[in-house]
């Protein structure tokens, strides 16, 4: 199976910004589809943001696809989140996940591996 191991989260300002990381081992990092979640207390995990296997295609919520960006290094084996202009709105866990297949999917069902999650806590 693949293991996925978040980090980078903090306490930031609003407007700052601010970059996460997942690192994933155990298989072939190149065959996965990787997407982010988040998940604040008392509320739904919701899609942030997904990328394909090759990094060529890309997808967001319409929440955040002005403000965040995701990018992978398969070398690495690790997914970015990159969050710019950053809101108390976007104070969550936020999760990273990883699915076979080649579908850009938002639904958490649809992916079977996840990591830990690190936190991100937005203050106004």
């Known amino acids: 199976q693949i293991q996925l191991s978040e980090s980078g989260g903090g306490l930031m300002q609003a407007g700052g910004s601010l970059r996460i990381s997942c690192v994933a081992s155990g298989r072939t990092f190149r065959n996965y589809v990787m997407a982010w979640f988040r998940q604040a207390p008392g509320k739904e995990r919701e899609f942030v943001a997904a990328?394909?296997?090759?990094?060529?295609?890309?997808s967001a919520s319409d929440s955040v696809k002005d403000r965040f960006a995701i990018s992978r290094d398969n070398a690495k084996d690790t997914v970015y989140l990159y969050m710019n202009a950053l809101k108390p709105g976007d104070t969550a866990a936020y999760y990273c996940a990883a699915r076979l297949g080649s579908s850009l999917l938002q639904s958490p069902s649809a992916y079977g591996a996840w990591g830990q999650g690190t936190q991100v806590t937005v203050s106004s």
């Open positions: 990328i394909s296997r090759e990094g060529m295609d890309t």
